[in-house]
Nanobody, 122 residues
Framework: QLMESGGGSVQAGGSLRLSCART????????SAWFRQAPGKEREAVAA???????DYAESVDGRFTISQDSADKTLYLQMTGLQPEDTATYYC??????????????????WGQGTQVTVSS
């Protein structure tokens, strides 16, 4: 089970940290990600990471967002800085098990949270 929190409304240039609490059994090989979907747009990948800590980011957020994980309780985080109105969306965390080549592809994820809204005003 995945449960996101931390969304809210901020002004452009502001910061937010999203959290994704995860329960259940984790195999040694898994991968995690944050996706987002704005109204009228397709869902897009934001950031992803493997269990070994390696990560990948969408070009639009690289350098502004940081994905991380608490090694003890497996909570997934997304630290967002320099937020812009175009970052407004519902943000979802997701988890997949095993190994896949492309961890920024949504079809590779089986488990999803319900989403948390992020609104950035200009």
């Amino acid at each position: 089970q995945l449960m996101e929190s931390g969304g809210g409304s901020v002004q452009a240039g502001g910061s937010l940290r999203l959290s994704c609490a995860r329960t259940g059994h984790f195999s040694t090989e898994y991968y995690s990600a944050w996706f987002r979907q704005a109204p009228g747009k397709e869902r897009e990948a934001v950031a992803a990471m493997r269990a070994d800590g390696s990560s990948d980011y969408a070009e639009s957020v690289d350098g502004r967002f940081t994905i991380s994980q608490d090694s003890a309780d497996k909570t997934l985080y997304l630290q967002m800085t320099g937020l812009q109105p175009e970052d407004t969306a519902t943000y979802y965390c997701a988890t997949g098990y095993g190994w896949v080549r492309r961890i920024l592809v949504s079809d590779n994820y089986r488990f999803w949270g319900q989403g948390t809204q992020v609104t950035v005003s200009s």
